[in-house]
């Protein structure tokens, strides 16, 4: 099991600048290289302040300057927002400039919003046809010259300048949720990535059984990785109210993620309400005490047996979500916990010798 942090420059007000929320990303990265992990997640999200990332590459270019070892993540960019020469060549600058340690995650995207501003308001659920072209054209372009006349798309022969460091290409990431996104990602060599939302652990298995079929179905394919994304946080075990601010911190989340998803309603400035609490009397899943349960909150020893549950799942990477509307202090002290308790418990053991 690898673990790995999914992070963004997270404002929910003006009293904090946007320099300080780099600021905040660059100490929960440094701190998650220092503490093991494998690799830095960052997405894309246009005009929202709650996740402020118009594009990953610049910040993860920064990021390459101040590591050495941790792996850095696109994930996952927008299809529709993008042309393949851009992919390709953005990604492998970015291989270039981390020495090999670049990764690459692919989405249809989500957000009707973004569509409305960046597609001319091209619904969102169109979105998968771009994704299932780009990722092909895109690892031709890193093979060599190559010419492109599809659906979206249509341009000579072009290649990607600079070629990316790894060989054969740096690692693909779909983000998946029902089987034909698995069965893509899988007959297309790239690893899935799956978040079960505020959904409860049977979400998870449910994944997990979705990318199971999709693997069994092409025989011919190695097994690609499998990571759930889950927001996260640890809070020490003496206290046993610790799970209520992070669940309630989750749940504004979610309301601000609905208000967004809903797009009924015009931001000011960046900024937009979550939803009022009432519209989610019917819908439990978004009460603090369901997300106690379904969120990954909760003491080092409730997160350890959850993780190996994940992992007799078959799952091989485990993103800490960080975004969830606390301090920095607080999540800075969730990531402290995580690894000095959670990340030891899925290190190998030495093999003991025989007496």
């Known amino acids: 099991m690898r673990f790995s942090l999914f992070v963004h420059m997270e404002r929910w007000d003006e009293t904090v600048s946007h320099r300080e929320c780099f600021e905040n990303l660059t100490e929960l990265t440094l701190i998650a290289e220092a503490g093991g992990f494998s690799t830095v997640w960052i997405g894309e999200h246009h005009s929202m302040e709650y996740t402020i990332s118009p594009s990953p590459m610049p910040q993860l270019a920064y990021l390459a300057a101040r590591t050495s070892k941790i792996r850095l993540g696109a994930g996952t960019i927008i299809a529709p927002f993008w042309n393949p020469l851009r992919v390709a060549g953005e990604c492998a600058l970015l291989d270039v400039i981390s020495n090999g340690r670049m990764e690459v995650g692919l989405a249809r995207g989500a957000y009707q919003f973004e569509f409305d501003r960046l597609m001319d308001g091209m619904p969102a659920v169109d979105g998968g046809k771009h994704l299932r072209e780009l990722v092909p054209a895109v690892r031709a372009l890193w093979e060599g010259d190559y010419a492109h006349d ?13 070629k990316p460091i790894q060989k054969p290409t740096p690692p693909m990431w779909i983000a998946a949720r029902d089987i034909s996104s698995h069965e893509f990602a899988v007959a297309n060599g790239c690893n899935v990535m799956v978040t079960p939302l505020m959904k409860g652990d049977e979400e998870v298995e449910d994944l997990a059984r979705k990318f199971d079929t999709a693997v069994e179905n092409n025989p011919g394919v190695a097994r690609p990785d499998l990571m759930v994304l889950r927001h996260t946080h640890v809070h020490a075990a003496d206290d046993p109210e610790g799970w209520r601010r992070p669940a309630e911190g989750i749940n504004k989340f979610y309301r601000t993620f609905d208000a967004w998803f809903g797009n009924k309603s015009a931001p000011v400035n960046g900024f937009l309400e979550p939803s009022p609490e009432e519209k989610f009397a019917d819908h439990p899943e978004f009460t603090p005490e369901s997300l106690h349960r379904t969120a990954m909150i909760g003491t080092p020893e409730e997160v350890i047996e959850r993780i ?41 053991q030495p093999a003991v010798a025989a007496q």
């Not at 969830?324 to 190998?348: D, M």
């Open 150 to 162: 599809g659906e979206v798309w249509k341009f000579p022969t072009s290649t990607s300048v600079p």
């Open 308 to 348: 190996r549950h994940y992992e007799s799942l078959g799952v091989t990477e485990f993103s800490l979500w960080s975004d969830n509307s606390l301090t920095h202090e607080e999540k800075k002290r969730s990531l402290e916990l995580f690894i000095e308790h959670v990340v030891p418990a899925f290190q190998e």
